[in-house]
Each structure stands twice: as structure tokens, then as C-alpha cells.
């Protein structure tokens, strides 16, 4: 079993950055790939970002890309998405997830391992 802890999440103005944080606990971290997704108020689970067990191949939503960035850390179990120019529809709950993998391109969800979840509200 894999838990997942997020953090970081919080109240950020239109424009702004901020940095989610995922730690991961009870398995072998770097044969988990990662990813983060969001759910909107009335809104479906969405893919944001994914990356695979090293790091090497990272994946976006059309919606971020260029403005997110996620990475992972192996020393230290955790896998961060960088935001920047933040926009009120980015408000959402963010939830980090893992799976054994492998990461395959356009088919992201279904992934084995989900965190409880951290709310980011953007305010404009």
C-alpha cells in the first residue's frame, strides 16, 4: 500500500506562483510514476501533469503547459508541481496519485494510489 501526503496548497492572487509538495511513504519511491490531477467544484477529476520513475518523461495538460511544471525528487520520496501565472480556473482540489506504471502518454488515469487531496484557490 502507498500513501500519499500533499501539501502547499492555499489562497494565491491571479498571477502568482505556488509550489504543491507530495510525499510518498510504503513503497519503493522510485519505481512509482507520479501524477497530479484536479477537480473543480462541479467539475470531473482532471489530468494536470505526470512523470515517469526517474523523471526523464513528463507529461501535461494543454491547460498548463508552459505555466506548470512538475518534478521528483527520489532522495527524498516527493514529487512538486510548480505553478506559475496562476488563474482563478485553476482553482481546484489538487490530488497527487501513483501507480507502478508504466506512464503511457494519453492514458493517465486509473492510477493505483491517490492522496487525500489540497484545495488552491485563485483569487482574481
Known amino acids: 500500500q502507498v500513501q500519499l501526503v500533499e501539501s502547499g496548497g492555499g489562497l494565491v492572487q491571479a498571477g502568482g506562483p505556488l509550489r504543491l509538495s507530495c510525499v510518498a511513504s510504503?513503497?519503493?519511491?522510485?519505481?512509482?510514476?507520479m501524477g497530479w490531477f484536479r477537480q473543480a467544484p462541479g467539475k470531473e477529476r482532471e489530468f494536470v501533469a505526470g512523470?515517469?520513475?526517474?523523471?526523464?518523461?513528463?507529461y501535461y495538460a494543454d491547460s498548463v503547459k508552459g505555466r506548470f511544471t512538475i518534478s521528483r525528487d527520489n532522495a527524498k520520496n516527493t514529487v512538486y508541481l510548480q505553478m506559475n501565472s496562476l488563474k482563478p480556473d485553476d482553482t481546484a482540489v489538487y490530488y497527487c496519485?501513483?501507480?507502478?506504471?508504466?506512464?503511457?502518454?494519453?492514458?493517465?488515469?486509473?492510477?493505483?494510489?491517490w492522496g487525500k487531496g489540497t484545495l488552491v484557490t485563485v483569487s482574481s
Open positions: 496519485a501513483a501507480d507502478p506504471g508504466p506512464l503511457v502518454e494519453g492514458n493517465y488515469y486509473g492510477m493505483a494510489y
Open positions: 512523470i515517469s520513475w526517474s523523471g526523464g518523461k513528463t
Open positions: 510504503g513503497r519503493a519511491f522510485s519505481l512509482l510514476v
